[in-house]
Each structure stands twice: as structure tokens, then as C-alpha cells.
């Protein structure tokens, strides 16, 4: 489904891009905050549990939503999951504190925002019940991106994202 975006829209999105992309060490009135999904089977490469950035407005009758998928490319074999898996694109053990480098949310107070960490080695799209072990290790991995991408969802409906009139959604890559 297509919606129609206003100029407003438009302005808003622009103005969330460029939130999520600035790099602000200020302390702010609107911080991001880190929130694992509910979900505890949405896990990262690592076995992780998933999470996202959000930074919902300060007008609290506020319907308007934007978030921005991060990419991140495909692992192709076990190996390089598991190295990917030990960074950014497979664990939340640095996104609490990557949260606090996106700058101040509270640019425009009527825009609801979040932030979909990647977490995953295939373009958000597994599924995978059980773990895949590495050959040659003791290690697992996990590929649950589906899972967490509509963890994440969830966790912004509960959020008053079910009440939306007007949604953004951008991403990267994968």
C-alpha cells in the first residue's frame, strides 16, 4: 500500500533522517532510548535479544511515526557469520551505548521515531528455530532477522504506532 505523503511529511521524514545520521555528544531535553523487543526468541547472530533506538515525541497526541531500518550486508558462510556476529551487525552488546550517539530527538516534537538495528546475516529474513552450529567451534548462531524485524514492529505498535495516520519507513541496504 501506497500512502500519499504531505509536504509536512516530507519535511518530518527529512528531519528524522538527519537526526538518525547526526552525531550529537550534548545532552539533549529528548534522548533515544534503547529497548529490547518483548519477543525472546528474536535474537541476534549472537543469541542476543533484539532491540531498538526509539524517541517517541513530546506532543503525546502525536500519530505521526518514522523508522529507519539500519543495513548491513549478508554473511555468506559460517565463518564470516561468526565474525559477524562478534560486531555491531550481530550483537546489541555496543547498541545501548550507540544509542546515545544519535543527538537530540527532540528536533521536531511532533514525530515519533525508532531506529531497527541490524543484528542479522541475511537481510532480515531468517527465521531458524534452532541454532547453527559452526562447524569447528562450540559456537552457535542464530538467524531470527524476521523474527526480530517484526518483534521490533510489535514493540512500536505498543507503543501508539497502531493509532499512526501517517507512517515513514527507510532503510540501507540489506
Known amino acids: 500500500m501506497t500512502l500519499p ?19 550529537c555528544p550534548r545532552a539533549t531535553a ?5 529497548m529490547s523487543v518483548p519477543d525472546p526468541e528474536a535474537l541476534n547472530l549472537d543469541g542476543s535479544r533484539y532491540g531498538i533506538a ?8 502525536s500519530t505521526a511515526w518514522s523508522f529507519h531500518a539500519e543495513g548491513g550486508g ?3 558462510d559460517e ?3 561468526l ?29 515519533n521515531k525508532a531506529f531497527f538495528f541490524y543484528g542479522d546475516g541475511a537481510s532480515r529474513t531468517g527465521d531458524r528455530k534452532e541454532p547453527w552450529p559452526v562447524p569447528g567451534t562450540d559456537k552457535v548462531l542464530y538467524f531470527r532477522g524476521a523474527r526480530s524485524l517484526y518483534a521490533g514492529i510489535d514493540l512500536l505498535l505498543s507503543l ?9 519507513f527507510t532503510g540501507c541496504s540489506a
Open 54 to 61: 526509539v524517541c517517541l515525541s513530546s506532543n503525546k497526541s
Open 5 to 23: 505523503l504531505s509536504p509536512r511529511m516530507m519535511t518530518l521524514a527529512m528531519t528524522s533522517a538527519t537526526a538518525l545520521l547526526a552525531v
Open 83 to 111: 565474525h559477524r556476529a562478534d560486531t555491531h551487525l550481530g550483537s546489541n552488546k555496543t547498541w545501548a551505548d550507540q544509542t546515545k550517539t544519535f543527538g537530540d530527538c527532540s528536533e521536531d516534537n511532533q514525530l
Open 160 to 168: 501508539g504506532m497502531s493509532e499512526a495516520t501517517d507512517v515513514v
Open 30 to 34: 529528548a534522548e533515544w532510548t534503547y
Open 74 to 76: 549478508w554473511c555468506y
Open 79 to 81: 565463518k564470516d557469520c
